[in-house]
């Protein structure tokens, strides 16, 4: 078996990334949730205007998972990076990868000189919180999340 990689995701990693998008939404019972495509996705994490980024983990040319994230603003801390998502392939996990692509989010987070990275984890999600808890997360029960949805 070759040595697991992890790098910045491309455009030709869209497809596998949104396949991988896709198996977590029926993990979190969301299956019918997913509304990207490819064509947004490519423009979503590209060119002047891009707003994501990701990394792959990738084996004999394979992408067992991937980590989503972008950068937001806050108030008081300023300049910060949000996890978006990391998912791995259901039968890639407990490999240490799901770790890796953490750490590679968390790498950028640092080397920006970033103040706080942060992510949300769904409350059901106990291998999620015992996995992020190893990593010495802060888990924060004071805020609400709050959000618009609509078609467009």
Request: with cysteine; proline share 2%.
């Amino acid at each position: 078996m070759n040595e697991l990689i992890i790098r910045k995701g491309e455009k030709e990693d869209l497809e596998a990334a949104l396949k991988l998008i896709k198996e977590l939404a029926e993990y979190e019972k969301e299956p019918d949730a997913v509304v990207c495509d490819i064509a947004s996705m490519e423009r979503d994490a590209s060119g002047p205007n891009k707003i994501f980024d990701f990394f792959v983990a990738e084996r004999d040319g394979s992408i067992l998972g991937i980590a989503v994230y972008y950068f937001k603003y806050s108030t008081w801390k300023g300049r910060c990076l949000f996890l978006e998502d990391i998912v791995v392939q259901e039968n890639a996990r407990n490999q240490g990868i799901g770790t890796r692509l953490f750490n590679a989010v968390k790498d950028i987070a640092l080397n920006s000189k970033l103040r706080r990275m942060e992510w949300q984890v769904l409350e059901w999600n106990a291998p999620a919180i015992a996995f992020y808890k190893k990593h010495q997360a802060i888990f924060d029960s004071e805020w609400v999340n709050v959000k618009y949805e609509w078609d467009v």
